[in-house]
């Protein structure tokens, strides 16, 4: 099979489990700071198990600043999962997921307000256009506080994603399955007051559904995905990230009978077509958000990777 090939399989299979994640939220019946701690706990697991075979725990590369540039990044990721999966609660997967993927303008827009980068007209429209879709899906009407609830709950996930990337493209040198190990190690002492231990040890089948999510989705998703970020030039990166919502809306309407309706529908492309763009835009081959490093492949253009999602 051709590197890029299989690459691209990597990848494609990476992003449908991503679309899985929130049926396993669901589905382990834990409330969301439950859900995000034992992710870490069982993802840490995964990923230490991984590193240390692989002998990559041997000649890591960190410097105390990186380290501390690494824990930054895992408190913005951890608490990006707690919103993320509080928004499914309010609303669904699919409402939230597509909100979740405004995170490429927020970077835009931090870029402009912390770094003074120069914003195109071109990318103006694009936010702009965006914002029309971001509008067509949310459908809020007047009284309905569980989908404003679920927007801005989405919506601080994917600024909480933003920051990550932003403080994690700064780290170089370090392998990304060590930096993404960093991040939900910081996540267990973090949540750790917030644990319900009573509440998860009556969850029963749950505890399956939790360890799915920090043995797949956290251990073997994130494998996955930098296997594959280092085959595949940018552009097809930034394409196949969108099977990630495409595969969590399937999910959503086959499990759960959750759809958005046709004026929301409108929007979901405006959105997906902007964040393209913005992200294609704002790639070079040299640069790499959270949890890439540029020392070893392009950038992920999902939030997947951490979150992903």
Known sequence: MRNETRGTVELTLAMVLSGTLGIFVVESGASPFDVVFFRCLFGAAALGAYSLARGYLTGHGFTPKKLGLAVLGGVFIVFNWVFLFEAYEATSISFATVVYHTQPFFLVIFGAVLFRERITAAKL?????????????????????????????????????????????????????????????????????????????????????????????????????????????????????????????????????????????????????????????????????????????????????????
């Open 125 to 309: 429209g694009w936010l702009g256009l965006a914002f029309v879709g971001l509008v067509l899906v949310s459908g809020i009407r007047p009284g309905d506080t569980a989908s404003l609830k679920g927007l801005g709950l989405a919506l601080a996930a994917a600024v909480l994603y933003a920051l990550s990337t932003i403080v994690t493209k700064r780290i170089t040198g370090v392998r990304p399955h060590l930096i993404a190990l960093v991040q939900v190690l910081a996540g267990i002492p973090l949540l750790l007051p917030f644990a319900d231990f009573g509440a998860a040890s009556r969850l029963g089948a749950g505890w399956g559904w939790l360890a799915g999510l920090g043995l797949i989705h956290t251990g073997l998703m994130y494998v996955l995905m930098y296997a594959a970020y280092q085959k595949l030039p940018t552009a097809k990166i930034a394409v196949l990230a969108f099977t990630y919502p495409a595969v969590a809306m399937f999910a959503d309407w086959a499990v759960y009978g959750h759809h958005i309706g046709l004026v929301q529908a409108l929007g979901v492309p405006l959105i997906v077509l902007a964040s393209l763009k913005v992200t294609l835009a704002a790639r070079t081959p040299a640069a790499a958000p959270a949890p890439r490093t540029a020392a070893h492949a392009p950038a992920a253009a999902s939030p997947a990777a951490t979150r992903s999602a």
